[in-house]
């Protein structure tokens, strides 16, 4: 909605976007490389793709070709990229650079004036209902995550309450400290996962190529619904959910 009271606004968008991603300054000043990083750890945490994560979810799906549920996953990464393209293309439409910079806001705050000037009074609510809702279905996500994983450690119930005591813990105290300091811890800890999971693809990734050839050549022959055998894969050890 916001976007379409700022059609006029989209092409600067887009010319900025270009304009100061690739110009000589910002190369000579590091810029891109600085925009580079913060884009991948805003996407990390944006979609969680590559860090490992979102798998402890997708593989709770009951599906007949792990591949299938794969492609799945890749669909949430391109619909959340637009989203977040959108979201960029509100703040940037508003008005030239200039003038945004001189508002002196940032993150949510900039993104609630913008929303305010441009649709009325009601888009502080609305903005302070998504964040609840976005933040509330976070944390029950990664409950599920955690509690996933803590399975396969142990069966223990006293473990499972303590990791429940230190998520609530965690969210108390995250609201004692600013945003900044909290994207720094943040960052720490999903870079720790980023790494160890990138060790993890590249061990498994001839299997999944293996399994998604698989999907493909049961696809081509007519198959409508795809259904996985691990006799598909060159090895097959330790694959124990798909007999």
């Excluded at 669909?75 to 393209?85: C, E, N, P, Q």
């Excluded at 001189?102 to 305010?116: P, V």
Aim: proline share 2%; charged share 15%; aromatic share 12%.
């Amino acid at each position: 909605v916001s976007i379409a009271f700022s059609t006029g606004g989209i092409i600067n968008a887009f010319v900025m976007i270009f304009q100061y991603a690739f110009s000589v300054p910002s190369a000579i000043g590091g810029g891109i490389g600085a925009m580079i990083m913060i884009g991948m750890k805003r996407g990390v945490l944006s979609n969680e793709a590559g860090i490992g994560t979102i798998t402890n979810v997708s593989s709770m799906a009951d599906v007949e070709h792990p591949a299938k549920q794969g492609l799945s996953q890749s669909l949430g990464v391109f619909i959340d990229t637009i989203v977040s393209t959108l979201t960029a293309l509100v703040i940037l439409s508003y008005a030239d650079i200039e003038t945004i910079i001189a508002l002196d806001l940032e993150s949510i705050d900039l993104l609630q004036y913008i929303l305010t000037d441009t649709i009325g009074g009601a888009a502080p609510y609305l903005v302070a209902l998504f964040l609840f809702v976005f933040a509330f279905t976070c944390l029950m996500g990664d409950y599920v995550i955690g509690e996933n994983n803590l399975s396969f450690i142990t069966k223990n119930r006293t473990a499972k309450y303590v990791m429940i005591a230190g998520l609530l813990a965690v969210v108390f105290l995250s609201s004692f400290y600013a945003s900044d300091a909290m994207f720094a811890i943040v960052d720490i800890f999903l870079g720790i996962c980023g790494v160890i999971n990138c060790l993890v693809m590249f061990k498994l990734a001839g299997r999944a190529f293996e399994a998604y050839k698989d999907y493909r050549a049961q696809r081509a022959a007519g198959k409508e619904t795809p259904v996985f055998s691990k006799s598909c894969l060159s090895d097959s050890t330790g694959v124990n959910e798909w007999e």
